[in-house]
């Protein structure tokens, strides 16, 4: 089946930057949308950054304007680079891909294992 791993967590000060890369075993499907989600424990699963089938690129409210979300279709390779985190982007990331509209369906996508971001004051 397909695999994605994703590195390029850890630790970071509040109002530093990290950048995540998810690997993807093969090409992506063209029909299929990609995208990052992220979770803290006891709270749902919530959508960071997507790249639809047009391209169109979508992004949580809370991360509006500090992260971008980007793909290297050349490597199989999506990232997302995070700009002036805030302790409240502590959580796990989540790539995954599927189909979808704006953004992959949870019961039909694939996921990466989670790398942990942990941002301090």
């Known amino acids: 089946a397909l695999q994605l791993v994703e590195s390029g967590g850890g630790s970071v000060q509040a109002g530093g930057s990290r950048i995540l890369s998810c690997v993807v075993s093969a090409a992506i499907d063209k029909s299929h949308v990609v995208g990052w989600f992220r979770q803290v424990s006891g709270k749902e699963r919530e959508g960071v950054a997507s790249?639809?089938?047009?391209?169109?690129?979508r992004y949580g409210t809370p991360v509006k304007g500090r992260f971008t979300v980007s793909e290297d279709a050349t490597k199989n390779t999506l990232y997302l680079q995070m700009n002036d985190l805030k302790p409240e982007d502590t959580a796990m990331y989540y790539c995954?891909?599927?189909?979808?509209?704006?953004?992959?369906?949870?019961?039909?996508?694939?996921w990466g294992q989670g790398t942990q971001v942990t941002v301090f004051s």
């Open positions: 995954a891909e599927g189909p979808g509209r704006r953004w992959p369906k949870f019961e039909y996508a694939t």
């Open positions: 790249i639809d089938t047009d391209g169109e690129i």
